[in-house]
């Protein structure tokens, strides 16, 4: 099974700076999606950004970005002008393109935006 | 549009009480259905998945099972909980290769 590892339990950033989170996965297979998702407080999943794997140009919604390395099997996430609201868990997630039935989820970033 | 209920919001049952939490996704055919536990402040963890009216496939061994009656309703359930099944259960679907779409979550206090 693919494997999803995020090593920051937590970050903390000031409101209106940059924030980059980190995200590692293994996997055998060429083709698969990437995904960021934000859990606030109310515990509602949210899809931040998504990333297709035989797409070499970084996905971008608004402030945020991802930069997306596929021989590194890395996949972080910038947020931009960070807002309060920006405060959450989240989580980055696979997909396989072809037995792509399974998500496979890391075990999350706690994200503080400091005043 | 689409659209996922998950229901109850929140629930509180005694050891070795029966459980049963319902899933129902509207505005899709044939979605993949998907049961995730999340201990507190921890990471997602895959209870069971379904790729259609039947079919479900087990990852985590242990006293949950779950069910597919009906192409758009998906059903977790115990008949005897433990205090290890409290948690936060979360209902997400999806179709072809993208995104889950998750439910608001059930949150079980097992007592």
């Known amino acids: 099974a693919q494997t999803v590892t995020q090593s920051q339990p937590e970050m903390s950033v000031q409101e209106a700076e940059t924030v980059t989170l980190s995200c590692t996965y293994d996997?055998?297979?060429?083709?698969?999606?990437l995904f960021w998702y934000k859990q606030p407080p109310s515990r509602q999943m949210i899809l931040v950004i998504r990333q297709e794997a035989y797409k070499q140009q970084n996905a971008t919604e608004n402030r945020f970005s991802v930069n997306f390395q596929k021989a590194a099997k890395s996949f972080s996430l910038k947020i931009s002008d960070s807002q309060l609201g920006d405060a959450a868990m989240y989580f980055c997630?696979?997909?396989?393109?072809?037995?792509?039935?399974?998500?496979?989820f890391g075990t999350g970033t706690s994200l503080t935006v400091i005043p | 549009s689409q659209t996922i209920h998950q229901w109850p919001a929140t629930l509180v049952q005694p050891v070795g009480s029966p459980l049963s939490l319902e899933c129902t996704v509207e505005?899709?055919?044939?979605?993949?259905l998907y049961w995730y536990r999340q201990a507190a402040g921890r990471g997602l963890q895959l209870l069971f998945y379904?790729?259609?009216?039947?079919?479900i496939s087990s990852e985590v061994p242990q006293n949950l099972s779950a069910s597919r009656p009906q192409d758009r309703q998906f059903i977790l359930s115990s008949k005897k909980l433990l205090l290890s099944d409290s948690g936060f259960y979360l209902c997400a679907w999806s179709v072809s290769a993208v995104e889950a779409f998750f439910g608001q979550g059930t949150r079980l206090t097992v007592v």
């Open positions: 996997t055998s297979e060429s083709d698969y999606y």
């Open positions: 505005g899709t055919s044939n979605p993949n």
């Open positions: 379904s790729v259609g009216i039947g079919q």
């Open positions: 997630a696979y997909r396989s393109l072809f037995t792509g039935n399974q998500f496979y």
